[in-house]
């Protein structure tokens, strides 16, 4: 009877699902090039991202069918081009993995990866995210879009910044 007590009790406050991670699904959202003449529409239940003139909003242009996370997403200013920037927070065998990945119509045109924009540091406490220690973290946030520019602070003063016009990248130091 001892034994069943115990095992009762170690079920109901260790395995129970209230002391289990819990995480929200992404959301769907409506994303506007700088020049709000394209818009891309955000569907995480069918995994893709939709493109549309905001001048005829019931017209597809294209579509890109990618798994939705919790990443940010661009349109650029002539709408052929989506950009994916990763959350914060990556695995530290995951270093060579795409950070930032530019699309069109025709599929993936150029990545890069955490490793090439920044040198992933450990987490800390403090930071809002895990805290294990096979975590990294490569960006700040965070990430601005001025003038058809994505900007993403890498710790501090650095910055790396993507021009959507030309698909380059550049660091800028403030």
């Known amino acids: 009877m001892r034994k069943l007590l115990i095992i009762i009790i170690f079920n109901f ?3 129970s699902p209230a002391t289990a991670e819990r995480y929200t699904a992404p959301k769907g959202e409506q994303i506007y090039s ?3 003449k394209f818009f891309i529409n955000i ?3 069918y995994n893709r991202i939709e493109v ?3 001048s005829n909003k019931n017209t597809l242009l294209w579509t890109l069918n990618k798994k939705i996370g919790f990443h940010r997403y661009f349109i650029s200013n002539d709408g052929e081009r989506i950009f994916i920037v990763k959350e914060r927070f990556l695995k530290a065998n995951d270093l060579n993995a795409e950070a930032v990945s530019i699309y ?3 599929g ?3 990545s890069f990866s955490y490793s090439q924009l920044s040198k992933p540091r450990r987490s800390r406490k403090g930071d809002t995210g895990p805290e294990e ?3 990294r973290v490569w960006r700040d946030e965070p990430v601005i879009v001025e003038n058809n520019q994505i900007i993403i602070s890498v710790f501090g003063k650095e910055k ?8 380059n990248i550049y660091l800028s130091r403030n």
């Not at 790396?160 to 698909?167: L, R, Y």
């Open 13 to 15: 406050f260790i395995l």
């Open 34 to 36: 700088s020049n709000a």
């Open 43 to 45: 569907d995480p239940q």
């Open 52 to 54: 549309f003139s905001a």
């Open 104 to 106: 069109t119509k025709n």
């Open 108 to 110: 993936l045109e150029k």
């Open 133 to 135: 220690s096979y975590w």
């Open 160 to 167: 790396k910044i993507i021009d959507m016009s030309s698909n």
